[in-house]
């Protein structure tokens, strides 16, 4: 596994970028960085279990390993999952994907402004990919504010 970080900063509270970011219509609007009809199942808490999928693609089933509001969210993922949510562990692909992991990091710079810093654990396979789809959905979420 590889690590890879992005970050931005908006000009808000940690709160209201968390409300923000994690709001179920709100997540559609940037996620869409992605793939346009990306979106999330689930209960944003820990020992949750997540959907990160497109509908008509699939996805990723999830674990939310840490959620402390207003400072991070850790987030493991662990099968990889079809438009009809059949979960596959067991494929190269899948092998590669099960383990990635995500932490978002929001630090507040006491003027105003929060720095979103989200830290990915993952396949070499896959650091292109997801280095294109974090900087457009971090520029889509930026335009939120």
Not at 16 to 42: A, V
Request: hydrophobic residues 35%; aromatic residues 12%; negative net charge.
């Amino acid at each position: 596994m590889i690590e890879q970080q992005y970050s931005i900063t908006v000009p808000a509270s940690a709160e209201h970028l968390w409300q923000t970011m994690l709001d179920e219509d709100n997540y559609r609007k940037w996620i869409r960085g992605f793939s346009p009809n990306s979106c999330y199942i689930g209960k944003w808490a820990e020992g949750e279990t997540m959907y990160f999928l497109d509908p008509a693609m699939g996805g990723t089933r999830a674990l939310i390993e840490k959620f402390d509001p207003y400072r991070e969210i850790r987030v493991r993922h662990i099968a990889v999952v079809d438009p009809s949510r059949n979960e596959d562990t067991e494929s190269d692909m899948a092998r590669k994907w099960c383990g990635t992991t995500e932490h978002y990091e929001f630090v507040e710079d006491g003027e105003g402004a929060t720095t979103l810093t989200v830290h990915m654990h993952v396949d070499p396979e896959f650091e292109s990919m997801l280095r294109d789809g974090w900087h457009k959905s971090l520029q889509l979420l930026r335009e939120l504010f």
